[in-house]
C-alpha cells in the first residue's frame, strides 16, 4: 500500500508550479475534491497568466495584481482597456493593473473569472448573489478542469 500511496503522489515532488497545479487539480477531479479543485483551478491559471505576462509567479502581491488585472479585462469583455476608468485611484498598484490588464487575452481573463465565480460560491456555502446548485457546481468543475488542461497542454512550451 505504501508503494501505492508514493506512486500516487510523486508527481506532486516537482519543483515546477504549474507542473504541480495541473496534478493538484488532476487529483482533486479523482477524488471529488471540488473546493480544493476550484481553489487549485483559480491559482494554477493565475501562475499560468503570470508566465505569460512575465511576471514573478512566487510573490504573492504580484500575483494578487495579476488577480485583479484579469477581472479588469473580464469585466471590460472586447472592449479595449485603452483608457483608465476616470473612477480609479491613480496609484502605482492601479497603474500596473492597467498595464497587464491590456496584454491579458480576453479568452484567459474570463475562463478565471468563470473559476473564481464558482469558487466563491462553493467557498460561501451558496450565499452569495449569484448562487450555484451542488449539481452544477460539480459538473461545470469537471467541464473547467477539462477545458484548464486541454489550455496548459496547449501552450506548455510557450510559457
Excluded at 507542473?19 to 488532476?26: L, M, N, T
Amino acid at each position: 500500500m505504501v508503494e501505492k500511496i508514493k506512486q500516487k503522489t510523486q508527481k506532486f515532488e516537482n519543483a515546477d508550479n504549474l507542473i504541480v497545479g495541473e496534478e493538484v487539480i488532476k487529483w482533486c477531479k479523482e477524488y471529488s475534491l471540488i473546493a480544493e479543485g476550484y481553489v487549485a483551478l483559480e491559482e494554477t491559471m493565475i501562475t499560468y497568466l503570470c508566465r505569460v505576462l512575465g511576471v514573478d509567479e512566487n510573490d504573492s502581491d504580484v500575483r494578487k495584481l495579476v488577480s485583479a488585472a484579469a477581472t479588469k479585462k473580464s469585466k471590460q469583455k472586447n472592449e479595449q482597456i485603452e483608457t483608465k476608468n476616470i473612477y480609479e485611484a491613480e496609484t502605482k498598484e492601479n497603474e500596473k493593473i492597467h498595464e497587464m490588464a491590456k496584454s491579458i487575452p480576453i479568452e484567459i481573463a474570463g475562463f478565471i473569472e468563470r473559476i473564481k465565480a464558482k469558487r466563491n460560491s462553493v467557498m460561501h456555502f451558496g450565499f452569495t448573489k449569484d448562487r450555484i446548485g451542488s449539481g452544477k457546481i460539480i459538473k461545470e468543475f469537471e467541464e473547467l478542469v477539462e477545458e484548464a488542461l486541454k489550455l496548459l497542454s496547449q501552450t506548455k512550451n510557450q510559457v
